[in-house]
């Protein structure tokens, strides 16, 4: 089992910046990816970045390169999602979730934080 809390969401402006945290607890050591999705009113899920926990290796939809940077620190099995220029598109609630070892799919998902740009 592996738990997962994110903090940071909040409401800001078109242009502005916000950070996300998400802590992992429990089997961390199983854990291979870790990743942000977020989920828009009416629209299903969709993948943000991902980060690869032993090496670091950032991936990103293109929808957010540039403007996103995911990153880790693994003495506090945490990731970080800093989100720089926002737009109105990206309001949605973000999710941490991970991937374990011999794993294909994210299987714990954290509960979900709120992101809100106003235009």
């Known amino acids: 089992q592996v738990q997962l809390v994110e903090s940071g969401g909040g409401l800001v402006q078109a242009g502005g910046s916000l950070r996300l945290s998400c802590a992992a607890s429990?089997?961390?050591?199983?854990?291979?990816?870790m990743g942000w999705f977020r989920q828009a009113p009416g629209k299903e899920r969709e993948f943000v970045a991902s980060i690869i926990r032993i090496d670091g290796k950032p991936d990103y939809a293109d929808s957010v390169k540039g403007r996103f940077t995911i990153s880790m620190d693994n003495a506090k099995n945490t990731i970080y999602l800093q989100m720089n220029s926002l737009k109105p598109e990206d309001t949605g609630v973000y999710s941490c979730?991970?991937?374990?070892?011999?794993?294909?799919?994210?299987?714990?998902w954290g509960q979900g934080t709120q992101v809100t740009v106003s235009s």
């Open positions: 429990g089997r961390t050591s199983s854990v291979y990816f």
């Open positions: 979730a991970v991937r374990l070892f011999g794993e294909f799919t994210y299987s714990y």
